[in-house]
């Protein structure tokens, strides 16, 4: 299945075409609380070859997308392409067990129903694989709150970039356009990806990022999903 191919969640009933800003939504870290899940998996991998666990906050000041870029930063250089298939074998292994505990972030259930309510539109684009993706958002009861969902059919190791100006195209029909849009994440490659299209973004703390880490991309940077909406609010406006 094509992410931008037709399934029941993009097809699912959302708010009517936009007469106001629209949001894009950040899955792993965002709307999903799955950070300790991915410093299980990220630990596991790590052991794989030999090296020794990092902690969260490391984890948050050493992030970056191409997640190999990550790696070398820990390794001192870029993994091999055996150690990288290792590598990342390894973590979505263990990632997808331990993101079955996973819940939603504080406040994301209401903020999506709030919107939805006040007659604007909203949508979700990940780079976690599409088959994982949608019976994710599906299991957590949130599907119908968006225009569609978008996960990654590629590489995993691609940035967010490319897959927003495809996901953005999809949604022309509906009325939506990048001046309009704000996106809500948790990592610095949501907001090179905003400003690729032209869009804002507003990126929060709660998951891969330290709050200086973030501040670097000089966007507004919040603490919670709340603030996050409220200022994007205000940017589309």
């Known amino acids: 299945m094509s992410a931008l191919d037709p399934d029941p969640i993009a097809a699912a009933p959302a708010a009517p075409g936009p007469r106001g800003p629209h949001l894009v939504w950040d899955w792993n870290g965002t709307l999903l609380h799955d950070i300790d899940a991915v410093i299980t998996a990220t630990n596991a991998s790590f052991t794989e070859l030999g090296l020794e666990p990092i902690t969260l906050e ?4 050493l992030y970056v997308v191409p997640v190999p870029r990550f790696y070398e ?6 993994p091999t392409e055996e150690e990288w298939l290792v590598m990342d074998e390894t ?5 997808w067990t331990a993101a079955a505990d996973s819940g939603l972030a504080e406040g994301a259930r209401e903020l999506l129903g709030d919107w939805q309510r006040a ?4 949508s979700l684009l990940s780079l976690a694989p599409h088959d994982r993706l949608v019976p994710l958002v599906r299991t957590h009861g949130i599907d119908g709150h968006f225009l569609r969902v978008d996960g990654r059919v590629g590489p995993s190791h691609t940035s967010k970039a490319g897959h927003l100006v495809r996901h953005l195209r999809a949604l022309a029909a509906d009325g939506v356009t990048a001046a309009r849009t704000v996106l809500i994440g948790d990592a610095l490659d949501d907001a090179a990806a ?3 299209v032209g869009a804002r973004a507003v990126l929060y703390t709660g998951g891969s990022h330290s709050r200086t880490s973030l501040e670097s991309a000089g966007v507004p940077v919040v603490d919670t999903l709340e603030e996050a909406v409220r200022t994007a609010r205000d940017l589309a406006e």
């Open 58 to 61: 490391r984890y948050r000041d």
């Open 91 to 95: 973590f979505h292994r263990h990632y």
């Open 194 to 196: 905003a400003a690729h």
């Open 119 to 122: 007659g604007l539109s909203q």
């Open 73 to 78: 930063r820990i390794m001192g250089r870029l």
